[in-house]
């Protein structure tokens, strides 16, 4: 008697248990956001400000993780700047480590440096206070936070998504939203791997850069021009179309590395490169971290948004195709999408169309220019060492304009008025860019005002693409 009393209370605190763990790790929201870098981060602030309730920000790292990254730290002082006037304490709280006065463009020869007075334009940021910041701000709007979480699947049901997330504990935890905002970076599950988005939202082996970077000090006499500068060197024999960077932190602490396309990753170490042609400049320095990254840089995908779901930051590759530059366009999109969220999930209007204004609003803002930028891209990519030297020296490859034409339309013009030189030229590589950017042009102009219609356009538009990809190839 006394035996099966005991039994049914331990039975009963183990069902309570129980049902506490399904209570904690199952919960509806207004938004899923995945990922809490600097997308997720504005994605989630944007929707809250713009009044959405219950807002999920879920990430797989442990929550003093979040915002570490290796990467360059190199961003717009207007994003900055706008960031600090939506209340995200940034340079009082030492998130920026340097301001850069001077960028210089250097041939493979080091013959042609185009030495661009930024002047303040461009700021080196401490990577992960900079997160840790973004992320503290962002959670203070009343968002709950999933840290140490990692998006496994996700479901439709009726109208929700129910999204399934490894943790530390033996159930998964479970969330439902009508919306997901995917901002989980470069690897996005939803964009790859899911069978949601199509082929030609996948980024292939030459449309995305491994990394290596270092954050050193250097010891001893360092040549004046890399102080407080950020240099872009541009190689095919040495990086296939990556470049060098030599980013100042201030002082002498300096972010260095360099990228490589995927295809050569097999042949080439960016590390070498980093011993070989990178630090042994320098008298003697002391690693303060290092690691390696993958960064997309391909032409926009051609869909950023399907039923319940939308793409921010580098889970939709928006992320400048020439420099591999994502931060601002993550921050960017991840806050369009926010204050679209805001707008829909009440009116409970969430479809593939009704999320179609995203895609247009990134297109103006930003994939216009970088479906444009993609063929200097490729350009780079397959253009040997003596080629580069020369465009680069006569000044038919103004590299500084090209990185610093800002809107679409400068690029747009600063591309025909160069077109009327590459068509003179002996070399096939520059014949047929003027054509393929018209052909870009006019593909963009055209693009669907709704879902129906991309099917054939997103054909059209990758096949001009691998077309002058195949045409200039150097490596079959
Ligand atoms: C080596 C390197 C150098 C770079 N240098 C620069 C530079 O100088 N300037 C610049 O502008 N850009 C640079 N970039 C690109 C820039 O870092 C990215 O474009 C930017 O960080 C994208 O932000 P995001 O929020 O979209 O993704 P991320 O910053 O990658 O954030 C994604 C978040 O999602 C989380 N996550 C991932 N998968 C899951 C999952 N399954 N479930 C839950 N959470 C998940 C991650 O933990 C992370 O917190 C560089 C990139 C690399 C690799």
Redesign the pocket.
Known sequence: MIRSKIFISIASILAKQSLLVDLLMKASFDIII???????CLAAYAAAKEGLGKIAL????AKNQ?GS???????GIKHIEFLESLGYPLRENGAVRNVIQMAHIISPDTKTDFSIPIQGQLAIIDRHKFGQILLNETINEHITLYDK???NSIERKGNVVEAK?TTNQAEPLILSAPLIID?????S?IREDFGIFDEYAKVKDDEQYY?Y?EICTLEGKVPEKYSDSAIFEFSYDITKGGYMWFFNRGGNEYNM?T?IPKTWIKDISPKKIFQVNMINRFQSSKTLNFGG???PTRHPIPTHVKDNIIL????GAI?NPLH?????A?LASGYIAGKIAAKVVPDQTVSEEDLWIYNQKVLEKYCLRYSILDFYRILLQNIPDAELNRALAEGYLPMDKIFYAREYEQLMQLSRKLGQIWTQLPNHRFNLLPNYIEKINQMTADYPTSPEGINSWQKDYSQIYSEYQSKIAIKK
């Open positions: 995945v990922g809490a870098g600097t997308a997720g879920v990430d797989r790292k979040i990254k290796i990467c360059g730290d190199g961003i979480s990692t998006l997330f901002g989980s970076g470069f690897n599950k990394c970077r590395g990228g990254g993958f960064v921010i930051g580098d889970a992320v591999g530059g994502g931060l601002g993550s």
